[in-house]
T-cell receptor, first 113, second 114 residues
């Protein structure tokens, strides 16, 4: 089945230690998104790629970076995680255009010690 | 600024009762509207969406929603709740500034009481 895969499902890191979360897709969608979701809140868009074009949200901290080496893979790098970065990180994909459904991965839950 | 509001952060219904989750939006362009469901420790899954045409939209798992332009609403309903419907529900509207993005509402947590 075509899908969005996120690894790992759970990630524990130390305060200030860089961490990378990964996302892959078999849907061949040209748009990929990274969301941060804290408990009992809506997903908050960090950035998205339209093909290789990177689109950062204005309020995304510089601590968050992303890479998309090819259509299938996208990475979220947190350079110096703080306690406030503990959250669920969701990757999603879609075709371009306003009516297109976003397909979400299962998420990676990040714990910062 | 564009927004989505969902009245009631928590809704409880009895098993077999009507489910009604409310959503109001703002948009200066013709809206595309979505309802997503999120089960614990999972990603979001599309329930249904409205783009153009018929204002009553049917989705998966027996859910439906009606687009009412005059009320700027897109409420989600299901005639009879099942225990498996317990989840977080998010309403979303296409962003005016970028058609590849959506604006999510704050979510409504649905509990189903046996």
């Amino acid at each position: 089945d075509a899908m969005v895969i996120q690894n790992p499902r759970y990630q524990v890191t130390q305060f200030g230690k860089p961490v990378t979360l990964s996302c892959s897709q078999t849907l061949n969608h040209n748009v990929m998104y990274w969301y941060q979701q804290k408990s009992s809140q809506a997903p908050k868009l960090l950035f998205h790629y339209y093909d290789k074009d990177f689109n950062n949200e204005a309020d995304t901290p510089d601590n968050f970076q992303s890479r998309r080496p090819n259509t299938s893979f996208c990475f979220l790098d947190i350079r110096s995680p703080g306690l406030g970065d503990a959250a669920m990180y969701l990757c999603a994909t879609s075709d371009s255009g306003g009516a297109k459904t976003q397909y979400f991965g299962p998420g990676t839950r990040l714990l910062v010690l | 600024a564009q927004s989505v509001t969902q009245l009631g952060s928590h809704v409880s219904v009895s098993e077999g009762a009507l489910v009604l989750l409310r959503c109001n939006y703002s948009s200066s362009v013709p809206p595309y509207l979505f309802w997503y469901v999120q089960y614990p420790n999972q990603g979001l899954q599309l329930l249904l969406k409205y783009t153009t045409g018929a204002t009553l939209v049917k989705g998966i798992n027996g859910f439906e929603a009606e687009f009412k332009k005059s009320e700027t609403s897109f409420h989600l309903t299901k005639p009879s709740a099942h225990m498996s419907d317990a989840a977080e529900y998010f309403c979303a509207v296409r962003a005016e500034t970028s058609y590849d993005k959506v604006i999510f509402g704050p979510g409504t947590s649905l509990s189903v009481i046996p």
